[in-house]
């Protein structure tokens, strides 16, 4: 293992609040990643035709533009307004070749304990989008987060869950595939293997690594090696279902936000060398 059998991709996020994107997508390119994830509020800061070009000029892959999905809402408004958003986040991606649209669920709205039905909201809402992004040629990718996100961020949370969605929903769905929320769940490897039955539903792979302690759910990832998952082995069971895109470097944390990006990069693609 270690092998750095796929590309190499980091997600803006991993760099969020030093680079904007064309810093990011400069920072990628001299360090000779060929891959990238972008964020809207970043592209559109930078100007949606703007960043195409810039991320073009550069020849990086978008690895995934986020994030969209996050349909359920309280009201019919509100459900509409999500509705309209994931139509702009689609154009944005069309706009910048993304390879997949990032999707969340969206967690339970206020006031509401409904947890199934807001489940419900978020498959609903993904089905009626859904011929928009097939036009637009845009895959829709569902992340599953931890289930430490069910209920203000994402209720989506298991491999399975996203497998099924894709089972009803069918053509132009398909899932991001992110060790740091899926490396506990008994089972990974047979939901990997259903995933790998249909060619091209895993569109992404997500990095990086499960601190002890973990000191905020949000803010404190770990840099890969730095945890206790076992990203090879789950690589390994990803690999066996035929996939052969980017290997995506996404770390949400106060402790590398603080560092210099250029040493963050580095110190990722050393790492994926050595310990995925
Ligand atoms: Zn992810």
Not at 23 to 28: D, I, L, N, P, T
Not at 137 to 166: F, T, W
Not at 174 to 191: C, F, M, Q, R, S
Not at 255 to 274: F, G, N
Request: proline fraction near 4%.
């Amino acid at each position: 293992m270690g092998s750095n059998a796929y590309p190499l991709s980091i997600n803006q996020v991993t760099m969020r609040d030093r680079w904007s994107l064309r810093q990011a997508v400069e920072g990628c390119a001299r360090h000779g990643v060929r891959g990238i994830a972008t964020w809207r509020d970043k592209l559109q800061e930078c100007g949606i035709q703007e960043g195409a070009r810039i991320i073009a000029d550069h020849g990086l892959t978008v690895t995934g533009h986020l994030r969209a999905g996050m349909f359920p809402a309280a009201t019919p408004e509100g459900r509409r307004k999500a509705i309209d958003d994931n139509k702009r986040a689609i154009d944005e991606a069309a706009a910048i070749k993304a390879q997949c649209l990032v999707l969340l669920g969206g967690g339970i709205p206020e006031g509401s304990k409904d947890l199934a039905g807001t489940r419900r909201m978020f498959v609903d809402g993904l089905g009626e989008v859904l011929p928009y992004a097939r036009a637009a040629g845009v895959k829709m990718a569902i992340e599953p987060l931890h289930p430490m996100y069910a209920a203000d961020r994402n209720c989506i949370n298991l491999l399975s869950q996203a497998n099924d969605i894709c089972d009803e929903l069918g053509e132009g769905v398909g899932i991001t595939y992110d060790v740091y929320h899926l490396w506990w769940d008994p089972n990974l490897k047979a939901e990997t293997e259903r995933a790998g039955k249909v060619p091209g539903r895993i569109v992404a792979f997500h990095v990086c690594d499960w601190l002890v302690p973990t000191k905020d759910f949000l803010t404190d990832r770990g840099m890969m090696g730095d945890g206790v998952i076992d990203i090879p082995l789950i690589r390994s069971w990803v690999e066996e279902t035929g996939y052969d895109g980017f290997c995506e470097v996404e770390i949400l944390s106060s402790r590398w936000w603080a560092e210099d990006p250029d040493k963050v990069i580095e110190t990722c693609i050393e790492r994926c060398r050595t310990v995925c």
